[in-house]
């Protein structure tokens, strides 16, 4: 098979971009039927970075990443990469590398030959597949088949495969879902070294912990509504790290302190004083300028969960902060002012209003968040029985929804692989595992769409 390099299907001329590898969010919104999956979120994530996008499940995270990889159109602003819109990426696989999903593999295909499948589609030697099983610590299971993979060795594959095209950007979707501990200190490794050659890293979560060692920056949102973005230091300033101190005068330091800006000070029954939101090194530095004996000096470092469940909580609204004061720099890129991005959304919606839809809300053929599975640069998975692999007005719910295993969305091939292991829909004759599917954009998918 030939290779399927073709841009998007928006008619507009392909282009290779700025070739910056930016990825730019400008008031993106996405509405599936009477849910409001994504509202008014505007973002900027930088090359050289790994920045981690969060959100508590049904957040919109997913939904977002399937627009910024031109798998849903936006209802109202745009997503780039590069400068153009995904869709319209000349060579689309030798730019963007994402995995949706790591359960998108033919069982009884070898991994070798499920890479080679994939390097014939984007056009790459068969020798790279070679190189990236090599690279992701798969090289002894090359002839092995896929359906005797851990969960952790697909979570490679799938990257294996998205690395194929040697990108500039890389998408993952909660990638270290299924690592051991020896894997996901391997992952972590992998990414900073990705994104120190001056590349674009974007990585999903719902847990701020797991990712916290990782990352270099963090956009947070909820009912898909930014609430946090910007370094993850900034993150710990705003939770506040805490420094407890044991020392000869408590007064006298605590004046010291306050002399210097810093009020937050509170006096423990036992003597000790408790500092708030200040380093133990000036804590330690006022100290030694009033002549205050230090007998004990502990840093509490700021749970950074407890805030993020804070800030993802129903009862708390979207921060409306400056975009320059939320992320340095963001109002300019975006050609926004400064001072007027409202981002705010209700927290309490009404029925079929909020981010995330109750069971039994999606009606059949409805398909909620991104496609799956070992995306391979640049490419979409296809739908399994009952869910869209592309946008379709009404025929859409936001993430989390559960549709019908038996119908087909409006618009669907009946020719569309359905998933391995999965029986097909009423109308559809049966799949051909052995031939890749192509996204609407012209492009090669692998692996099963699942709502997550």
């Known amino acids: 098979m030939g290779p399927m390099n073709g841009g998007g299907n928006d008619g507009g001329q392909n282009s290779a971009g700025d070739g910056t590898g930016r990825i730019v969010a400008r008031n993106l919104s996405k509405r599936f039927g009477p849910v409001q999956a994504v509202r008014d979120l505007s973002f900027v994530v930088e090359p050289g970075l790994?920045?981690?996008?969060?959100?508590?499940?049904?957040?919109?995270?997913?939904?977002t990443l399937r627009a910024v990889l031109g798998l849903v159109t936006p209802t109202e602003g745009e997503v780039t990469i590069n400068g153009v819109p995904?869709?319209?990426?000349?060579?689309?696989?030798?730019?963007?590398?994402?995995?949706?999903d790591s359960n998108g593999f033919h069982r009884s295909r070898k991994a070798?030959?499920?890479?080679?499948?994939?390097?014939?589609?984007?056009?790459?030697?068969?020798?790279?597949?070679?190189?990236?099983?090599?690279?992701?610590?798969?090289?002894?299971?090359?002839?092995?088949?896929?359906?005797?993979?851990?969960?952790?060795?697909?979570?490679?594959?799938?990257?294996?495969?998205?690395?194929?095209?040697?990108?500039?950007?890389?998408?993952?979707?909660?990638?270290?879902?299924?690592?051991?501990?020896?894997?996901?200190?391997?992952l972590r490794g992998f990414l900073r070294s990705f994104a120190a050659g001056g590349r674009t890293v974007l990585v999903s979560s719902h847990q701020l912990a797991e990712i916290s060692q990782t990352v270099d920056q963090v956009i947070i949102?909820?009912?898909?509504?930014?609430?946090?973005?910007?370094p993850l230091e900034a993150l710990r300033v705003h939770q506040g790290d805490r420094v407890h101190v044991e020392c000869a005068d408590p007064a006298k330091l605590a004046a010291a302190l306050a002399e210097r800006g810093f009020a937050d000070i509170q006096s423990g029954s036992d003597g000790r004083l408790t500092v708030t939101g200040v380093p133990r090194t000036v804590v330690g530095d006022a100290a030694l300028a009033a002549g205050v004996a230090?007998?004990?000096?502990?840093?509490?470092?700021?749970?950074?969960?407890?805030?993020?469940?804070?800030l993802t909580s129903g009862q708390y609204r979207p921060v409306d902060e400056p975009l320059d004061r939320a992320m340095p720099g963001m109002a300019e890129v975006l050609g926004l002012p400064g001072t007027d991005t409202p981002n705010a959304a209700p927290s309490h919606s009404g029925p079929g209003q909020s981010g995330t839809t109750a069971p039994g809300q999606a009606a059949p053929g409805q398909s909620g968040t991104?496609?799956?599975?070992?995306l391979g640069p640049g490419h979409a998975g296809p739908a399994a029985p009952g869910q869209s692999g592309s946008d379709a007005s009404g025929q859409s719910s936001a993430d989390e929804s559960e549709p019908s295993p038996f119908a087909r969305p409006a618009g669907r091939s009946p020719f569309e692989q359905s998933a391995p292991g999965t029986p097909p829909g009423r109308d559809e004759p049966p799949s051909n595992h052995d031939a890749p599917d192509r996204s609407a954009s012209g492009q090669p998918v692998s692996g099963q769409e699942g709502a997550r």
């Open 112 to 186: 070798r030959a499920h890479l080679r499948m994939y390097c014939a589609a984007i056009g790459v030697p068969d020798a790279r597949a070679d190189e990236v099983l090599t690279l992701v610590g798969l090289s002894d299971a090359a002839n092995r088949k896929v359906g005797g993979f851990s969960l952790g060795m697909k979570q490679r594959l799938a990257l294996a495969t998205a690395l194929l095209g040697d990108p500039k950007v890389l998408i993952l979707d909660e990638p270290g879902a299924g690592l051991d501990p020896e894997g996901v200190a391997w």
């Open 86 to 100: 995904y869709t319209r990426l000349e060579r689309p696989g030798t730019v963007v590398g994402a995995v949706l």
């Open 294 to 310: 230090i007998y004990g000096l502990t840093q509490e470092e700021a749970d950074l969960e407890r805030h993020f469940l804070e």
């Open 370 to 374: 991104a496609g799956p599975g070992a």
């Open 50 to 63: 790994v920045t981690g996008f969060l959100g508590p499940n049904g957040a919109g995270k997913t939904t």
């Open 221 to 230: 949102i909820s009912q898909g509504s930014r609430v946090f973005g910007g």
